[in-house]
Every structure is written in structure tokens, then in C-alpha cells.
């Protein structure tokens, strides 16, 4: 069966650190892959998108990467900050056009 | 100047009730979206609508009726609704139907409890 699979428990990191999130996927080869970010009560929220062809991707203090081997994207925000504390969605085009379909989302706590 | 948003942002109604959520969006999108999200935060898509034609439709119980007046709305209307129904509906719009290669703009939700 079609998975795209995040971490589920919480991720707890420290200020200045590097968080890093996963979203695996099996079974789909999507041309692009998107990150988002949510807050509680509130929408998601573009973050980043990366294609096939592309290894990295950054803006500012994010970071994502796709391998297509792997089929893995790995999410990086350096230098987190308390403000980043947020659940965070990775997605997938899943072969049909204006389909996105989202993973199960982590939730980030960034502390002091 | 809120790009994409819902009303009523709370629902709260009885078992067999009927009930509309609204959708407007002010980017000049032609694509828009009904994701469901339920309590384990699962966002799925429901609908897509692009320039007031239904495009996808997945597998969700007729009793959903999305209608699309024109291409800046898309509204949801629920007939008879069930507890199951509960969740955050989120309204969603992109500049075109390649939502994978277009990012998606999302309203801040409709929280639906049914009791």
C-alpha cells in the first residue's frame, strides 16, 4: 500500500540545535515533495518545495533534501529557535493531477 | 486581507443535522480544495474544484456536496451528519491544478463536532 510516513512522537530539541525531521514514503515516485508547518488552530503553512531532479533545497534556516533512492526527505532547520515549535507536514504529488497528499506530520518543541 | 478564509471557524450541531461551511479565497487561484483533518492530525483531501469544475472527488460519502459558484468560493454542505463527521475541515486554493509543483494556500479550519 501508498505510505508517506513521519515521526510520530514529539521531537524535543534544544535552542541552537539542528532539528531534523524524516518523511519516508514507499510505493509512490512523486516529481515533487513540499514541506509545510502548522500551528495549533491554525492552517498549514508553505514552507518549502523540492523536485525529483533537485538533491537540496534551503531558504534561510530551513533545509530539505530529497532522495529518490532512498525514498526519503529529510527537513533541517538550523539554529532552532522556541518559535519553531510547530507540527510539521511533509507532502507529496501522488501521480494525479492537483492531488497533494499529505504525511501524518511531527510535532517539533524547540526549548530553552 | 486574509487570503483564504472559512466560516464559521466553530460548528457545533446534532446528529442529523444539515450544514454549510464557506470558502473564499482572494489570490485569483483557479484551484481549490476541501482537506479533512481528524483527531490523530491526518490531513486528507476531500475535493478539488478548479475554475468551478469538480477534478477529483475522493471516495467521500455523498452526503458531502461541495459547490463552487465561482472560482474565488468553494463551499462544503453536509447532509445528515454523523459523529464520524467531526473534524477540522480546511479550505485550500493554488494557482492551478499541478498542486504538486504548486504550493497550497490554507484557511484556518472549521472545527465540526457533531454531537
Known amino acids: 500500500s501508498q505510505k508517506i510516513e513521519q515521526n510520530s512522537e514529539a521531537l524535543n530539541i534544544q535552542e541552537g540545535k539542528t532539528a531534523t525531521l524524516t518523511c519516508n514514503y514507499t510505493n509512490y515516485s512523486p516529481a515533487y515533495l513540499q514541506w509545510y508547518r502548522q500551528d495549533p488552530g491554525r492552517g498549514p503553512v508553505f514552507l518549502l518545495l523540492?523536485?525529483?531532479?533537485?538533491k537540496e533545497k534551503r531558504k534561510e534556516r530551513l533545509k530539505v533534501t530529497f532522495d529518490t533512492t532512498l525514498k526519503q526527505s529529510l527537513f533541517h532547520i538550523t539554529a532552532s529557535q522556541p518559535a519553531d515549535s510547530a507540527t510539521y507536514l511533509c507532502?507529496?504529488?501522488?501521480?494525479?493531477?492537483?492531488?497533494?497528499?499529505f504525511g501524518t506530520g511531527t510535532r517539533l518543541q524547540v526549548t530553552l | 486581507d486574509t487570503a483564504v478564509s472559512q466560516t464559521p471557524k466553530y460548528l457545533v450541531t446534532q446528529m442529523g443535522n444539515d450544514k454549510s461551511i464557506k470558502c473564499e479565497q482572494n489570490?485569483?487561484?483557479?484551484?481549490m480544495y476541501w482537506y479533512k483533518q481528524d483527531s490523530k492530525k491526518f490531513l486528507k483531501i476531500m475535493f478539488s474544484?478548479?475554475?468551478?469544475?469538480?477534478?477529483i472527488n475522493e471516495t467521500v460519502p455523498n452526503r458531502f456536496s461541495p459547490k463552487s459558484p465561482d472560482k474565488a468560493h468553494l463551499n462544503l454542505h453536509i447532509n445528515s451528519l454523523e459523529l464520524g463527521d467531526s473534524a477540522v475541515y480546511f479550505c485550500?486554493?493554488?494557482?492551478?491544478?499541478?498542486?504538486?509543483?504548486?504550493?497550497?494556500?490554507f484557511g484556518n479550519g472549521t472545527r465540526l463536532t457533531v454531537t
Open positions: 485550500a486554493s493554488s494557482p492551478s491544478t499541478a498542486s504538486g509543483r504548486s504550493p497550497l494556500h
Open positions: 489570490l485569483g487561484h483557479d484551484t
Open positions: 507532502a507529496l504529488d501522488t501521480g494525479t493531477a492537483s492531488k497533494l497528499t
Open positions: 523540492i523536485r525529483e531532479n533537485e
Open positions: 474544484y478548479n475554475n468551478k469544475e469538480l477534478i
